[in-house]
C-alpha cells in the first residue's frame, strides 16, 4: 500500500470514529438521565420507609385503660360518671398545640390545652396552666398504634380516629 493510500484509509477511519462518538452522545445522555431518575425514586423510598409517622394533625379516642396494679378499668371508672360508653379525645394540632377532653357533658368542661413536642416516642405535653406531663407513642413499625396518657393513677389508651384533624 502506498503512503497515500495509508493516509487515507487512516482518515477515513478516524472520521468513522467521530460519526460513532456522535452517535452515542444522545444514548449516553438518556441512560444518565435515566439512572439520576431511578436514583432519585429509590431515595425517596428509602426516606418515606425510615422517617416515623407523626402526630401533628392527628385524632384519637380514648379506648381502654388499665390502674396502678396494671389491672384493665372501665374508663366510666376513671371519670367517675354512669356513661358506659364514654369517650375522651386527644388531638394534636398541626401548629404545635394540642387538646385533651377527659370530662362528659360539656365540651369546655375537662377540657385541657397547650403546647407539645415530640422527642422519639415521647410526647411533651405543657399544658396552659403551667403543668407538663409526657405522653408515650406505642408504635406498630412506624405506624403509630396508640397514645397512652398518665390520669392520675391511671393509664389512658387513645388510639386514632377515623377522621383526623387539620
Known sequence: MS???KKKTAKAVKNNNKKTHTNFKPIITVVIIAVVAVAAVVTAVIISNTIP???AGTSWISVSASNSADEAVE?????NVYYSNYK???EFKDDG???LWLT???PGDGKHSGTYTV???VIKADFEGGSSTEFKIERDGKKIKSILVNYGEYKVVFERQKADVK
Do not use: R
Request: hydrophobic share 20%.
Open 3 to 5: 503512503g497515500k493510500n
Open 53 to 55: 409517622e407523626q402526630v
Open 75 to 79: 374508663l366510666n371508672e376513671i371519670y
Open 88 to 90: 375522651g379525645t386527644l
Open 97 to 99: 398545640k394540642f387538646e
Open 104 to 106: 362528659p357533658g360539656d
Open 119 to 121: 422527642e422519639g416516642d
